[in-house]
DNA sequence: ACCCCTAAAAAGTCAGACTTATATGTCACA
DNA sequence: TGTGACATATAAGTCTGACTTTTTAGGGGT
């Protein structure tokens, strides 16, 4: 499901990246170059590509005669993908998907309302075929591919909202709803509520209903709210 | 108010970043890093390494015997703070502010009402102080001392939610606010509802009360959107 | 028409020397 | 004893040139 670092540099970035991310080196830590380099066993040329990678993200800062200091996580790009995938693949991941959840409760209502509004008959389309895959696979012990239709659905959404920044999220919606799947204990079937939302979803977007579309796709966020016991509402 | 690059490479990055975000290269133009280096007068190394920081915003692929080729708009990571400043400096500058605000109408009323459970003794305070300031400046064009207030104000808000993903908003938003006072025309004094609704939502996030935060909030981003012709409600 | 082999092109990597900014310590002087 | 100017060491920054590796494209043979 990852990409793994092209490159030397990528190499790099996938060991420090994550370990940074963990907080294995506190913020104010300093690290310098050549010692990276020589650790990595990579030319400085190498390393030094892998450091402007980090700063671009935020996660360090590099001064002259100082060295390369860790940042406070208040000042990470935390919408970066490789960021968010680096948190989510350390201890940090129940934290992480919780602040994802709230992100998600937030923007899909709203992106559902806009593809109500916005949808292509295509995209209508390949969301009632997800939608009906959910169906299908609702029973009997099919997570996975009831997974499968269910991140596409989440997709589409979000696409079809035709907002960029929307569109976007569609990678971090998808981590999110794999993390839950397989993480979290999930042996039972999905529950049948939210199941027949999603279809009735798939129905508002197709009629141009964008009230309802709204509504009831804040059902389902607020279902994943609870599921990770955010808010009492 | 924006940080001009650090060493070379930022200032290569500086030029290039916009001319690719503006659409200056189209998606899948090919670039070579030898010819940019000599373009831009700096050494391979240099050059190197503001391709790598391109490449980690999804701007760019490089890829051995082939070249550095420009990635289409939908993979960009549009949540970079750079992108967007890049961005908002350019003929993007419009559609990039719309859908900043769509994101704006979704994540805030959301964050207000996370606000308003969360939110300490001392973000109240901050945010009565904030949206006094506000009131003090909604007459008599003092637009750009109300903006500092406005701006503040949301940052609180985002900060308060207690959700790093909205905190890490803030800076999004004092962008959107401020481009619409510096660029579109606004020689009147601002909308007095939307001071009162201001006034307002300190008051339902000091008492937290959590729907009546979300639901005013919506209202001032309701009226965000309205101004940019986006949406009849 | 198909496959394999060769060659070229561009990124990738490395090593070493040099430059520049800057934090810190030193010393003179008030 | 405190303060300011100055010297020094340090680590990042930059440049250059040679070499390696991957991958595309083309050519030749069946």
Same mark, same amino acid.
């Given at each position: 499901?990852?990409?793994?670092?092209?490159?030397?540099?990528?190499?790099?970035?996938?060991?420090?990246? +994550?370990?940074?991310?963990?907080?294995?080196? +506190?913020?104010?830590?300093?690290?310098?170059?050549?010692?990276?380099?020589? $650790?990595?066993?990579?030319?400085?040329?190498?390393?030094?590509? #892998?450091?402007?990678?980090?700063?671009?993200? $935020?996660?360090?800062?590099?001064?002259?005669?100082?060295?390369?200091?860790?940042?406070?996580?208040?000042?990470?790009?935390?919408?970066?993908?490789?960021?968010?995938?680096?948190?989510? #693949?350390?201890?940090?991941?129940?934290?992480?998907?919780?602040?994802?959840?709230?992100?998600?409760?937030?923007?899909?209502?709203?992106? #559902?309302?806009?593809?109500?509004?916005?949808?292509?008959?295509?995209? !209508?389309?390949?969301?009632?075929? !997800?939608?009906?895959?959910?169906?299908?696979?609702?029973?009997?012990?099919?997570?996975?591919?009831?997974?499968?239709?269910?991140?596409?659905?989440?997709?589409?959404?979000?696409?079809?909202?035709?907002?960029?920044?929307?569109?976007?999220?569609?990678?971090?919606?998808?981590?999110?709803?794999?993390?839950?799947? $397989?993480?979290?204990?999930?042996?039972?079937?999905?529950?049948?509520?939210?199941?027949?939302?999603?279809?009735?979803?798939?129905?508002?977007?197709?009629?141009?209903?964008? #009230?309802?579309?709204?509504?009831?796709?804040?059902?389902?966020?607020?279902?994943?709210?609870?599921?990770?016991?955010?808010?009492?509402?």
């Amino acid at each position: 499901m990852n990409t793994p670092g092209r490159g030397l540099h990528g190499r790099v970035l996938d060991t420090l990246g +994550p370990a940074i991310t963990a907080g294995e080196y +506190p913020p104010g830590s300093v690290l310098r170059t050549d010692e990276l380099a020589q $650790h990595f066993e990579v030319s400085r040329s190498v390393m030094r590509e #892998a450091v402007r990678v980090l700063e671009s993200m $935020h996660l360090v800062e590099s001064r002259r005669r100082v060295g390369v200091t860790v940042r406070p996580k208040s000042e990470w790009n935390v919408y970066d993908p490789q960021v968010i995938r680096w948190r989510l #693949a350390g201890a940090d991941r129940p934290h992480q998907l919780r602040s994802l959840t709230v992100l998600r409760s937030a923007v899909e209502p709203v992106a #559902a309302g806009l593809a109500a509004t916005h949808a292509t008959p295509e995209q !209508c389309a390949e969301l009632t075929e !997800c939608a009906l895959g959910m169906v299908a696979n609702s029973r009997g012990h099919r997570l996975q591919d009831y997974l499968v239709h269910d991140i596409a659905f989440h997709r589409v959404v979000l696409t079809a909202s035709g907002n960029e920044m929307f569109a976007r999220l569609g990678d971090v919606v998808a981590e999110v709803l794999a993390g839950r799947t $397989h993480h979290e204990v999930m042996f039972e079937d999905p529950d049948p509520a939210a199941v027949t939302l999603h279809v009735q979803v798939a129905e508002a977007v197709r009629e141009g209903d964008r #009230a309802r579309a709204e509504r009831l796709t804040r059902e389902i966020t607020e279902g994943a709210l609870q599921e990770l016991d955010i808010l009492a509402p």
